[in-house]
């Protein structure tokens, strides 16, 4: 298959458009099946070392987002402790676990054979799973779904809601997914000044960086 410049301008659009979605800019708006498939869809479609395919993935109820949220609520608290010089951390809002009409949380399953790949760097398989996150978040926002990454949780503490007792399993990430108010134009943690976007020639390791 041959891609049209159409076609390169409409996936930089998608990928300069992606945009990390905060419960104050969810709306209560249903996903319909369809359209939770086809990011589902997109996930199974991303490139995973030795095609492992190792992502797993919960689809959260109502319950356990209550109880996902109140351990965010204590980590969150806890992690003002680290940012207490930055007073912008204690008026950002950080999640979306209740706003937003979907969450998922998103596990690594470890294989019991050999991975193709993965013999010298094991950690190839987690990778892949971050690939199938990103395969996720675009396609939502190609679908004008918006997508949030929670990650001030406590892996041992997510494990215990759902329940999951075997090692063969890994946290990855918890996702909130749904329709927005709006779509900002630019990272909202860039527009608050929190950081600035680096350049790619600072990005490019040189010899007297290494």
């Known amino acids: 298959m041959i891609f049209t410049k159409k076609d390169q301008t409409t996936l930089d659009k998608i990928i300069t458009s992606r945009r990390d979605v905060r419960g104050n800019n969810f709306i209560n708006k249903k996903i319909s ?18 095609y492992s395919q190792p992502w797993r993935f919960v689809i959260v109820d109502e319950n356990k987002k209550e109880l996902v949220y109140d351990h ?5 608290n806890k992690s003002k402790k680290k940012f207490k010089e930055r007073k912008l951390y204690n008026s950002l809002k950080l999640e979306g676990i209740k706003e937003s009409n979907i969450n998922i949380a998103v596990y690594y399953k470890k ?16 990778y892949s799973v971050v690939c199938a996150i990103l395969n996720m978040w675009l396609t939502a926002r190609a ?9 001030i949780l406590k892996p041992k503490k997510i ?13 990855i990430a918890y996702l909130c997914f749904g329709y927005t108010k709006e779509f900002f134009d630019e990272p909202e943690l860039k527009k608050l000044g929190w950081e600035k976007k680096k350049k790619i020639k600072n ?8």
């Open 33 to 50: 099946q369809k359209k939770l498939l086809k990011i589902l869809n997109s996930a199974q479609n991303a490139p995973s070392v030795g």
């Open 159 to 171: 494990n215990k809601i759902f329940d999951i007792k075997s090692e063969d399993y890994k946290f």
């Open 111 to 126: 294989s019991k054979s050999n991975i193709l790949g993965q013999t010298y760097m094991k950690r190839t398989g987690e």
């Open 203 to 210: 990005l490019i390791l040189k010899k007297e960086n290494k």
């Open 143 to 151: 679908l004008n779904i918006g997508m949030g990454w929670v990650s």
């Open 72 to 76: 965010f609520k204590k980590s969150y």
